[in-house]
């Protein structure tokens, strides 16, 4: 991690801080000495930044001339965003606020994604005069199939199969357009997110596995040899930090960076990998590739597969393999945390087993699941567990 930028009355501004990737971000920004400033939607609760604030009213010493400040703000309210930017210093910009809803409307994602960022980003380029860095959270799902083997390239054209992910495509645009205009600004596309506090994605197989004490509840999707990319979601919001702090040196203001670890897995081996370190047993069951493309054709947009949570947009990841090219990141110096989902995974799943994100039957039939995570080390700790690093 840089360090940080050294003025106490300065700060890093946090969007969507209630969610999962902004929570993390103002954890992994506290926990490296920034200042930061977490907005949200009136309507959120702020519960995890209000837990770290009260920690570090517990623990000062470890946060010696950083502050936190909590300032709800409306993405369709200019006024209201401006206002925040007035009351502070805002030096740096991290925007991963969206709308990640596939089964949302069209009305709604522009809204917020597209509509939301433009407010945002208007507030900031009038009243943040001291701005040195954006980031802006879009997603490796804009690349939609690939049309071509091999990992994909920031290079590659964009091809988006549904309502959310061509949002975020035009709001890569959007910010584009302001970084012509003066706005120091990078896009991320990260792939498939995981970590603490993840209710998405591979979070999604967590919870059915957990019932795998007793028999293996979770199916395969197709034949489960079709490769999958992650990446941890301390490795997101690290590398945005790293890519806004280094923006003046290294000249990556208006690029867009693939935000993907180094070692990608089938789909097979990482439910068979969870589920060994769960302690449970591995799927065995097979959903065929025609079963579930006849589901995605029949189920309706809004609805989700029972249960598992999947949404129909979501049924078509399993469909065709897909990986990143994470080079350019890398070429900036960014080093990976968790360059690998084996490094990640165990961390994350003690988070998820001390949080109770599991089903009861698992906690019942592993009676000492209070040492489950005890010999991770603290430096393998993810930015979310705070008060054990």
Partial sequence: MPEAFGSENA????????GFTGSTAVDCLLLNGYSVLATDHPDRDFSAVKQHKKYMSEHPNRYNGVSLHIAPADLDDEKELASIFKAHRVMYLLHPASLFNLSATRELLWKVNIEGTRNLLRAAADNAKELLGTAIWSTGMVYGAPRRPGPLKETDKPNPSNLYTQSKLEQEYLAL?????????????PANTYGPRSAYGAAKAIRPLSWGSFFPLTPIPGSGERLAHYVHIDDVVAAAVHLTYIMGHKQVSGEIFNIADDAPVTIGDLLARTAGLLKVKPPVFKIPEQTLRMVQKILPRETQVPFFGIEQ????DFLYQKTFDNSKLKSTGYRLKYPDIRDGLEPTLDWYVRNGKLEKIWYLTNPKWRDYGKHIRPEQRPFADYTII
């Fill in 11 to 18: 700060v890093v501004c946090v969007t969507g801080a209630s």
């Fill in 177 to 189: 357009e302001f970084e012509k205009n003066g706005m120091p600004l990078v896009i991320l596309r």
């Fill in 313 to 316: 947009e979501e049924i078509s």
